[in-house]
């Protein structure tokens, strides 16, 4: 296997290190919240459940790096969800402490707060083992249809009036959640949901769709190809094909075969083949495609640009996926595309003025907020400097703490 030349280990971890000391201002009195374009803390600055969730797994990958500093935010992350955050009446978490603003019961965000416990268990952090009890608790009883074999998309806040919804995104990162809850606690019951989501998704839809992600689907998992048309930049739930989740898929593909195989389970052989179906047809639709460098964030069905701004999480997923079909495959041409991107991410989006990553560019490559404003999120710029050290399975909190690297 060759990676090329950049970048190397040590930059990957440098890199890292950078993108760590910019987040710790995140911390606030009930969990974690968004920084903006400096840093900062806006002066209205509130807990959110999703980057507390998701600041929570970072930190706590950090601490299993052994990171200074890190377990006490992993710890303060576990504090804010399992206390303000939770609802301790009805059972799941707000999106806000104690239910202000929307306080609807999401598989995206419960996905997200069950990674972080997972991640939380592995790094040894006092009240995980408690906060994965609960998160569990609520997949089972809320979200996972096992008819369906796929996760229900939300209820109100007492559970009551189940969205008429089945949303991709949110089963995607359920993936990513249950890969890492079959390694910190051993049940391969996990790694067969996390099968049964992807085999509906991806095999059944994408695949014979020239491997374009259907986004949205109805209750009865009838593709809604108009969804959000008029409202195509939507953060979660945007218009058409979304390239940067036919790379996310792609990745999760992979390290579902791995860990798979890894526990003495069968492994289908379109897992492998759905991988680089889904990073080759993102490559081909959204790289370059409008006469610009980058990425697109969304095309429509006839594979137009749609929205044409570039945003770091597909650039950062997109060299995670390419780092894991290099490692499972050995093909160089994946090396070429790895390199391609990272260099894109160095020239555009790491900030080294003001710190961490701009989260969006315009089509011509300029730093814009139109659609993300701020810079809140570590969790894709983080694990993509830490996925090309490590194997595909087990999953990432688990690997570092075994100190499983590449193979």
């Known amino acids: 296997?060759?990676?090329?030349?950049?970048?190397?280990?040590?930059?990957?971890?440098?890199?890292?290190?950078?993108?760590?000391?910019?987040?710790?201002a995140s911390r606030v009195p009930h969990g974690f919240a968004s920084l903006d374009a400096l840093g900062q803390l806006p002066p209205t600055a509130t807990a959110e459940t999703l980057i507390t969730a998701r600041m929570t797994h970072s930190f706590a990958l950090a601490h299993l790096q052994a990171e200074p500093g890190c377990l006490a935010l992993v710890e303060h992350g576990v504090r804010a969800l399992?206390?303000?955050?939770?609802?301790?009446?009805?059972?799941?978490?707000?999106?806000?402490?104690?239910?202000?603003g929307d306080n609807g019961k999401a598989a995206y965000?419960?996905?997200?707060?069950?990674?972080?416990?997972?991640?939380?268990?592995?790094?040894?952090?006092?009240?995980?083992?408690?906060?994965?009890?609960?998160a569990?608790?609520?997949?089972?009883?809320?979200?996972?249809?096992?008819?369906?074999?796929?996760?229900?998309?939300?209820?109100?806040?007492?559970?009551?009036?189940?969205?008429?919804?089945?949303g991709a995104n949110s089963n995607m990162h359920a993936t990513e959640a249950f890969l890492a809850l079959a390694d910190v606690t051993g049940d391969t019951l996990w790694l067969e949901r996390a099968l049964l989501i992807a085999e509906r998704i991806i095999y059944r839809h994408a695949a014979v769709n020239g491997f374009r992600v259907n986004e949205h689907f109805d209750t009865h998992w009838r593709p809604l190809v108009d969804y959000n048309r008029d409202n195509p930049a939507d953060h979660f739930r945007?218009?058409?094909?979304?390239?940067?989740?036919?790379?996310?898929?792609s990745r999760l593909l992979l390290h579902l075969e791995a860990a798979r195989r890894l526990a003495g389970l069968s492994t289908p052989e379109w897992l492998l083949e759905c991988a680089r179906g889904l990073f080759d047809s993102a490559c081909r639709l959204a790289w370059n495609v409008d006469g610009e460098a980058g990425l697109v964030?969304?095309?429509?069905?006839?594979?137009?640009?749609?929205?044409?701004?570039?945003?770091?999480?597909?650039?950062?997923?997109?060299?995670?996926?390419?780092?894991?079909?290099?490692?499972?495959?050995?093909?160089?041409?994946?090396?070429?595309?790895?390199?391609?991107?990272?260099?894109?991410?160095?020239r555009?989006?790491?900030?080294?003025?003001?710190?961490?990553?701009?989260?969006?560019?315009?089509?011509?490559?300029?730093?814009?907020?139109?659609?993300w404003a701020g810079k809140p999120d570590l969790y894709h710029a983080y694990q993509a400097v830490l996925l090309p050290g490590l194997a595909l399975a087990p999953s990432l909190a688990t690997g570092l703490a075994r100190n499983v690297t590449k193979r």
């Open 1 to 24: 296997m060759n990676l090329l030349d950049f970048p190397t280990e040590p930059w990957l971890k440098a890199e890292g290190q950078r993108l760590l000391s910019f987040a710790k």
């Open 82 to 100: 399992r206390g303000p955050l939770h609802d301790a009446r009805n059972g799941g978490w707000f999106a806000a402490p104690f239910g202000q």
């Open 109 to 134: 965000l419960h996905a997200f707060v069950a990674l972080a416990a997972s991640s939380a268990v592995a790094a040894g952090a006092n009240g995980a083992q408690g906060l994965l009890v609960d």
């Open 136 to 166: 569990l608790r609520v997949i089972e009883a809320h979200f996972w249809d096992e008819e369906e074999g796929a996760l229900c998309e939300s209820y109100a806040s007492d559970w009551q009036r189940p969205e008429a919804y089945r």
């Open 238 to 249: 945007p218009y058409g094909v979304t390239p940067g989740h036919g790379f996310e898929w």
């Open 297 to 346: 964030y969304t095309l429509d069905w006839d594979d137009r640009p749609r929205v044409r701004e570039r945003l770091h999480w597909v650039h950062a997923e997109a060299c995670a996926s390419a780092a894991a079909l290099l490692r499972r495959t050995g093909e160089q041409a994946y090396a070429v595309w790895y390199q391609c991107f990272w260099q894109f991410i160095e």
């Open 348 to 371: 555009h989006f790491i900030d080294r003025s003001a710190g961490s990553w701009h989260h969006q560019l315009d089509p011509a490559n300029r730093p814009a907020a139109t659609i």
